[in-house]
């Protein structure tokens, strides 16, 4: 008999702008007293959840501004948080240098570092066609 993964998904709508991450952040430290993670893995989601959030806070909409959605996926066995937009998208620009697809931010440093915490990132679309987003997957031990 297999056992169930029970999943507990919390999720959050923030305006777009950079003083409203930091909810996004007390968010994810309420999970880890659902689920308890290391000091040094809350940190590291933290960053992670900081980037992703940013890069469309900074890229998604004009002045006028916009939403922000960020959903948590708690499982037995990982995390998965997906930050999404519906603003003006992006362009992966790396399809052809290094095929690499982290170009998304100046330097693509955001996603570099997204990348080196998380186990899992997927990069794409938003909804309907619209915006942008990003998924990443922490495995917890």
Do not use: W
Request: glycine letters at 12%; proline letters at 3%; hydrophobic letters at 40%.
């Amino acid at each position: 008999m297999g056992t169930i993964d029970e999943s507990r998904t919390v999720r959050l709508t923030i305006p777009a702008k950079p003083e409203y991450i930091t909810l996004s952040r007390l968010a994810l430290s309420g999970l880890s007293r659902v689920r308890p993670l290391a000091e040094e893995t809350l940190a590291d989601l933290k960053l992670a959840l900081t980037e992703a959030c940013s890069n469309s806070v900074r890229h998604a909409y004009d002045e006028k501004g916009g939403q922000v959605s960020i959903s948590f996926e708690l499982r037995d066995d990982r995390l998965i948080v997906e930050v999404v937009d519906d603003g003006t998208g992006f362009e992966l620009d790396g399809a052809g240098k290094n095929g690499d697809d982290a170009e998304l931010t100046e330097g693509g440093l955001g996603i570099a570092i997204i990348r080196s915490i998380a186990d899992e990132v997927e990069i794409g679309g938003g909804v309907n066609g619209r915006g942008s987003r990003l998924r990443f997957v922490k495995l917890l031990p």
